[in-house]
């Protein structure tokens, strides 16, 4: 019975430390080009872009918290969704935002 529940457990940590590795590496990308893309497009000016990019990281990064925090409540399932999800989800919105207005502008 112990060899059993020792299997198991260091089955759990293989999963876990790989998918941590795979995770870190998506949202680590994402922290880092994200911001800085959505800056860009934002201001021309690169001291107002990297103060963008920094807040725009932070703020990503606190309202992703805040909302997998707050999906624990969400029906029909009341499962929460991961942290990593809703940061990169925001980082993305925010680009495909910037990108549709900087089309608009370029056009009109």
């Not at 876990?16 to 893309?37: H, K, N």
């Not at 690169?46 to 969400?74: E, K, N």
Request: glycine share 10%.
């Amino acid at each position: 019975m112990r060899l059993a529940g020792l299997a198991c457990l260091i089955a759990i940590a293989l999963a876990v430390s790989l998918a941590a590795i795979t995770i870190g590496a998506i949202l680590s990308t994402a922290l880092l080009i994200g911001p800085a893309a959505i800056a860009l497009r934002l201001t021309r000016m690169p001291a107002l872009a990297t103060l963008a990019a920094a807040g725009i990281a932070i703020a990503a990064t606190w309202i992703g918290i805040v909302l997998a925090y707050d999906s624990f409540t969400w029906p029909p399932s009341h499962h929460g969704w991961p942290v990593s999800f809703f940061i990169v989800a925001l980082i993305f919105a925010g680009f495909v935002g910037t990108q549709v207005t900087g089309r608009r502008r370029r056009a009109g």
